[in-house]
């Protein structure tokens, strides 16, 4: 008995600690408001309420310390009872610093952030808890905060609440676009479920397995590889029974207009602001007398399009806008067609006494400055459109968060396509984004739902080529080109999904530095509770990380070539990522059953940019047939399957090239030829070389011409020295620009033989040889290289932990910046850091915007892997140390 008592006794001492649980219903006054922005906060019992009081800064924080065992109380969970647009929560851990996002909150109700997904904090630790308010002038009120080992029953019958459709939710919705079909069927969860799809009057072929929703209870998916103008059939099946079978018809190109606006200098002044509503059947069409453009002086839109509906913009040259050259606000129906988009935006100095951004005179960040901006408007197509030369440029993650131009931005529309257009920035006008997304972490932000983005060229980017961020709900990516950007595809904040990325060209990346960071960007601490992003048949190569997966939503990847610098990361901490049959060059540990991994693929010609694999590559029949997406027979690794001649970016047109990519030399820098051959029975179309307005370096003949079936034309490309004496390395882009404003885009580097100053001249810079330490001792190891300053610089390697030391005075007290002089060895990303001290303090490791080639650095603490700029204030005599990591 004693022995059986004793038992109990420990199971209940057991029970109560396991239970343990850390409560904040705000009974007492140790909440604190933030001072960095204006706001007000009241605290009651159960009740946190905060308001934007200046409607000029977008968040209002207050915060609060907890001492917390992660290991026992894993869990935290945050009610919100009332809400006018978003709150958000943050974390702080005080040793080691780190600051997390964790939260968005966009209804009332529970939410929960849990420590075992997430990774990594575990133990005891201080945290410190920001609960935000976001959205100017908004409020927000929250009931508790408590860290939990578990879900009391009064939370979990909280949740069920908002585990149900949405209010006006159809439960059988179909949404088809151009060669796609969403789908939305509510049901509680089933055992097995499938779906199928079929032609009129043709046999069913099966898509891929639906994804549940749990918090909307429903399944959703999407159909692909529709033909336009076309009546099809689906159903939707649990085991024998068939649970839900409807008919649907895809979007068609022709569309019937039965007015016709023609603009010109008597009816458009700068400005036009279109609200005609047209209708299914009486589309209204504006375009412009032969020759004219449409410009202004940069002070309002060129175009404003609101509640407009049933209208196609096309064939119109639009040169200007302010922030905007063309706006579109909640419309139905807007398509723009073989459009040339140019110019608008605001200008401004990069100001690096703040963070590297571009400023303008009255301080403002300029930033979202967009060709096309789309806000909360729904069936909208942009088709065959050339967006390019803005009028300002972005920064790059150097400095701080890239900010600037974009080519589109995107806010909460439906049923949205982009599809055959070219986004071609420039090393002088540089994108954030090719498309950016507004409302990366609501349920219906980017793109929201329903779209489609296929058949495009985007290049020059600072950060991503494209923001999908946001719902996801069926967003589809494919049969693109992505080029020299820092990121390619932006999935992270996937906050309700699916979406699905397959079939596209990732090549050649970098920023404006040559820095690559995840070439599919996947970086985020918020996802959708079930999200799921599917990374299909992709060819990705190059610098930077191929697919680091995410903690915290499933990511499917599956038939990929990933031949970047490194493979697929995060995967002990991503127990929801499945991924197999890819092919993964940087790594040898075979951690998939079919993957194939250390090889890199026989590509049929890297350097001209031809990306096929030959028939010997490793590649070729190593896929899986996956429903919907690939063919039933044997499936190739990568975007390009054999026998199939697709050039990506893919467009329908019979126009095909021996190079898409042409590369020059300091030594090599005589014209090359690009020998474009024109196939289809009686096709013929004029067409013009089309290059942005700085790219005057180069020269492509003939300027225009005529292309018809069987002819093969040649097209001279030759550089222009002259306009080549500021950079190293030139990168630019040509279209063969038809008159209907598809294009073949064809990327050229030309690397020159100017090197980068030593020391540039610059005010109030003082310079130290690397090798002259103040005590005099050799603390490195000393070596010649004729391209270092003064022919010689010091070699430090992770096994060194000697200091070197280095004094030099400040005149005057201000914001200053430490640069080094630097070049790694390969791999650049194992030698890319080390650390400093400031006037005898404490020791921070800097990340350095390194290569293999000598160039200036920031020295900079930051807890990113991208590198950001950092100044220092500093009073009089300062003195700088540094050693190897």
Known sequence: MKLVKSSLLLLCLLRFVCNAEIVDDFSGNDWKLSKKSPGRLMISKNKLYLEDKSRQCPWVAAYKTFDVNINKTPLLVIKVLQISDRGQAKLIREKPYTKRPILIMDRPGIFVYDFTKAGKWTGKHKIQVLLYLLGKGGKITYEYVKFTDKLSPEDLAEMKKYHKPPKGQNPFELVPLFNSCSYYFVTPAKKTISAFFRKKGSEWHKVLTPVWISEEQMYRGSIVGLDENTNYDFKIVSGSKVLGIKSFKTWGSKIPVVKTIVLDNKNFKGYLKITSKGSPDNWIKYMAAPGFILKNTGKTPLIELVKAQYIILEGLTLEGGSSNAVIVKDCNSVRFVNCDISGWGRVGIQRFDKDGKYYTKRGQIIDNDAGIHLKTSRNT??????????????????????????????????????????????????????????????????????????????????????????????????????????????????????????????????????????????????????????????????????????????????????????????????????????????????????????????????????????????????????????????????????????????????????????????????????????????????????????????????????????????????????????????????????????SRPVSIYAKTNIKQLVKPAKQATRYIEAEKAVNGRKFHKELNDPDASGGKHIFICGKNRKVAQYNFNISNTGKYFIAMRVKSDKPVESYDSLQFSIDGGKMETAHLQSGTSWTWSLAAENNQYLRQLQAFTKKRKTCYKNHAV
């Open 381 to 742: 197509v942009v088709e065959r459109c050339y967006f390019h030369d803005p009028r300002s440029t972005a920064n790059s993650w150097h400095y701080s968060h890239p900010a600037g131009p974009v080519g589109m931005l995107i806010a909460y529309p439906k049923s949205t396509v982009i599809r055959y257009c070219d986004f071609i920035g420039s090393d002088e006008h540089r994108w954030d984004d090719a498309i950016e997304g507004a409302g990366n972490f609501y349920r219906n932000g980017g793109f929201n739902r329903d779209a489609d983005i296929y058949g495009n060229m985007m290049t020059m980017a600072n950060d991503d080529c494209i923001e999908i961020d946001g719902g996801q709900q069926n967003v589809r990516v494919f049969l693109n080109k992505f080029e020299n950007a820092l990121c390619s595809v932006s999935i992270q904040g996937c906050m309700a999904g699916p979406s699905y990325v397959y079939r596209n060209l990732i090549v050649n990346m970098g920023d404006e530095s040559g820095k690559a960071g995840q070439l599919i960007k996947t970086s985020s601490y918020y996802a959708g509770e079930d999200a799921v992003s599917f990374i299909f048949n992709n060819t990705v190569l190059g610098n930077g990380k191929s697919l680091p997966l995410h903690r915290l939503f499933k990511i499917v990847a599956k038939n990929n070539i990933f031949a970047g610098t490194f493979g697929i990361g995060g995967r002990r901490f991503c127990k929801k990522a499945e991924t197999d049959y890819n092919l993964v060059t940087a790594e040898k540990e075979a951690y998939e059953s079919h993957g194939i991994f250390g090889a890199y693929p026989k590509f049929e010609d890297e350097k001209a940019g031809l990306y096929a694999v030959k028939k010997s590559c490793p590649t070729v029949g190593k896929g899986v047939v996956i429903d919907n997406f690939t063919g039933c027979g044997k499936v190739d690794i990568g975007a390009f399957q054999q026998e199939e001649n697709l050039i990506l970016p893919y467009r329908s047109i019979p126009v095909s090239l021996d190079k898409y990519q042409l590369n020059f030399s300091s030594s090599n820098s005589k014209a090359q030829i690009v020998l474009a051959s024109i196939g289809g029975k009686n096709f013929s179309s004029e067409y013009r070389i089309r290059k942005n307005k700085v790219f005057k370096w180069f020269t492509v003949t003939p300027a225009s011409g005529r292309l018809n079936s069987g002819e093969k034309v040649n097209f001279t490309v030759k550089l222009n020295p002259e306009f080549m004496k500021e950079r190293s390395i030139y990168r630019g882009v040509f279209l063969i620009r038809l008159k209907n404003g598809y």
